[in-house]
Each structure stands twice: as C-alpha cells, then as structure tokens.
C-alpha cells in the first residue's frame, strides 16, 4: 500500500468513527434545549452533579470490564477456544454484577454526605433532600448499565458491531423521548415541581439500559447458541482455568479503568467543591447565584463541548489499530508521520470550529437555550473554549498513550495534572469565581498535553514541527475565514428574540466561512496535506465523503 492510501486509511477509520459517535451525541443533544427549558437553568446544576458522579462510579462498577471481555473473547475464538470465550463471558459479567451491586449500595449510604458537600454548608434542605433522591434514582442505573456494557462487550468481541451500534441507538433514543416526553407530561401538563424533569431524566438513564438490553440480549439468541455449540463440539478443554481468565480480565481492565478515572477527576473537583468554596468565600447569599452558574458551565455548556469531544473519542478509536501495528514493526518514523497525520486532521476541524464558537458564542447558545440568562451564558461559554480546545486535544494524546503502551506514562502524567487541578482550583475561583473552574481546567489539560508529548517524545523521538506550523496556518484561516462573517453579522439589527431567524442567519454565514476556509485552505495546500489528497475540488470530496 502506496503512503497515500495508507494515510488515507488511517484518516478514514478515524473519521467513521468519529461520525458513528456523532449520531449518537446529536441525539443526546436533542433534549438537552428542552430539558434546560422545563427544569430550569439553575436546577441543571444538580443534573451536572449527579452525572459527573454517574461517570465516575459507572468507571469504578465496570472497571474496564467491557473493554477486557471484547478483546478476550476475540483473542479466544480467533483462536478456537470456544470454551474459554464462554469462560470470559461468565466471569465477565460476574465481576461486573458484583462491583455494581457494591457500587450501587454505596451510592445509597453515602448519598446525604455526597450531597452535603458537593451544594456546599449554605445548601437549602431541600435541595440536599432533592440530590439525595436523584442519587437513590441514579442507584438503577449504576446496577443495570455495567450490564449492558458487558453484554455489549461479548458481542463487540464477535464483532456484530451491527448489534452493537444499534444497541446505542436505541439506548440513547429511548433516553432522548422518555426525557422530553414524560419531563413535559409531569411539569407542564400535570404541574409536578420544575425539580421533577431532572428526577425524570436521570431515570430516563436506566429505563434506556433496561430496553437496549433486552434488545441486545434478544437478537444475540442465535449467536450465543452457535458459540456454545462450538464450544460443545470442541474436543480439548479451554486453555484457561477460571481462576486464570479472572486474573487476564482484571489485567487488561484494570489500567484502563484507572486512566478513565483519572480522566474525569478534572469535573469532579468542579462538581464536588465549587459551590461549598462559593459559599464559605462570599458568604451564603452567593448559593443560587453560584448555582445558576455552575448549571449552565457545567451542564449547559458541558453539552455543546460533546461536539467537538467526538473528534477525541472518534480518533481514540480510530488508530488504535494503526499505531499498534507500527508499534509491533518497531517503526519509530511511522509512528511520528501518523501521530503528525492525527493531530493534523484533528486541529483542521477542530480550530474553525473553536473560532466559530468564541466569535458566535451568543447566537449559539441562544440557539441552543434561548434568552434566559443569556449574558451569562455567553460570556462563559466564550470564555470556556480555553477548557473545550484543550480538552479535545489531551484526551487524544491519552489514547496515542494506550495505544502505543506507555500506560506507567499515562496515568503519572494524569496523576500529576489532576494535583495541579486541585491546587489551582480553589485560588483561581476565589478570584474569579465561575471563570476559575475553566482557568483551573486549561491547566489540568494543558499539563496533561506537555507531559504526553515529552514521553511521546522521550520514547519514540517524535517531532511535531511541520504540524505546528501548519496550526498556524490554520489559526490564521479560521480568522480570515470568521472575520467576514462577524462583520456582516455585526451589521444585521438581531434582538435575539426568534431562533428560527438566527438558525438561518447563522446557516448563510456558516456557509460562507466554510466556503473561506476551503478555498484559503486548498489555496496554501494545507487542505491537500493534512488529508494527502491531490484533487481537493467540490466534486472530488462529495464523491470521498459518499463512498
């Protein structure tokens, strides 16, 4: 294969990947507007809380588990071990059930002081007993959802990625029409509290698990049947004892759960301490104001950063097949090209579209929550593409990190970066309240990216001049392409009192930059380098893009 082809074929998987993960965000943004419109902004703070422990606890409930079953059961029926591969999967989904029942029950105990600190000493009784139910509501989920993540690790690792996909899909509409059906039944229609519609969407979670799991284990009948006929017919006994497969599982789950728990002790440190910090600074009156702005950072904003977080997750996919070949030929110079590929790719999607959301901030969250507390919104969600920019980019380092083996690496780099969170934190939202919590996440990333590089660096000699200038560049196009744009918009009399006017004006805009951009791009030959395409005419993408 030609370097061409072979750099296209990276870029390929990477960015199917990433599409796959973007259908799936966009039905997650679907109900977020009317969530937020039903509940109210200052009561998504308590939506932010629940789910920045919901990641956490799903990560300890799991423990990689998942991740170890589909690479296991794949590793064994490539091999013909029919046996084992049904040992995985009964040891699987054993641990997993026992450390979410554990995980599940803590979370019922420890509900109150969890609830206590994460609202602060100036807390209303009521919202801690309101957080303590949605805790209690959350316990569902915390049991059911490992479940489903390890029956979907068993057929991930018979590839019936088929099932697998659709498995999500559904998951996440079931979630998606549960939330904005039944949170409007019960507030607008049956007038139950505003609080309801988060007690509804945080139940919604479980209810989605319950049906994609019966969905999954239904059409996964004939394939659990064929396996274990094969496994009847195998004529020697599974190369594995029980005992032995436990000790693989927890050995290829446990540095993956450890380095996804670091990566989400950033908002957990928001989640937990901000406004008990708010409080006990400014004094008690600050709690609703500090609670407004924590909802809308942390829960509102946090959303749209899903848009550009699938480029990490698509890409963190992507090349884990093509690093690790590189890495077994022991191709240090390959490795450099497709980490330069990477990031190229990346920060040419990424960098508009972080111009398009500083110098649109307003329209885009009106477009997305409306005018209520939009001032406020605005100048956080501006403000908060330091942490979105950065936190796109770590996050694709860490998977560069797994991929190439460098998992010591990883997790002292992520150790050190969440001490330095920790530190900042408390200074930096003393001085500058709300805007603190995005400052002291820009360093927790930015660390991170430093500390990745250097062992990155250290290990391989990679070298990332070509693609730093070619980030320049495209800083450079991202602003001539946005200027014009901003300009004309500047220049249009927009009270921000009709969406449906400022998704067509910002659609004829977004037309015009995108158009800027390719053409200033293709014009330097940027466009053709970071995708390793001669013919970058109209045409020629529209045919790549279909096939």
Known sequence: MNKEKMKQSLLIGALTSS???????????LYYSPLSAIAGESNMAFYSIVYTYYDLLLQISQAGIPFAIASLVAKYYSKQDYKSVLLVKKMGTSIVMGLSMITGIFLLL?????????????APKEDVENLKIMFAILTIAVIIVPLLSSVR???Q???????????????????????VFFAYLFVRVLHFKNIWAIFIAIGAASLGAIVALLFTKLLSKEDEAHVSELAKAQGNDALLSQK????????????YVIISFLGTAGPLVNTTFFLDHMTRVNGPGIYEEAKLASGILQANIAKISNI???????FGSGMVPYLSESLEERDNRKITKQINQILDTVTYILVPMIMIFIFFARDIYYIMYGNRNLDLGTKLFAVSNIQIFLGTIAPIFSSMMMSLKLRKDAIITLIISFIAKFITFFPLVSLFGAYGMIYSSGVYYLIQIVMYFMALRKNFGINIKGATRRFIKMIFCSLVMVLPAFLIHSLIPFDYSSRILDILIMGVLGILMLGIYYWLTSKINLLQRVFGIKDVSLRSLISRLRS
């Open 110 to 122: 420890a509900a109150e002081p969890i609830a206590r600190q994460s609202l602060g000493i100036s």
């Open 244 to 255: 032995e497969i436990v000790k693989e599982i927890l050995l290829l789950g446990v540095p």
């Open 308 to 314: 550009p977080s699938v480029l990490a997750l698509g």
């Open 153 to 155: 690790g068993y057929i």
């Open 157 to 179: 690792g018979l590839k019936r990625l088929d099932l697998y996909a659709s498995s999500q899909v559904l998951e996440q509409f079931v979630r998606v029409f549960s939330i």
């Open 19 to 29: 599409f796959g993960i973007f259908v799936s965000k966009l039905l997650g943004l």
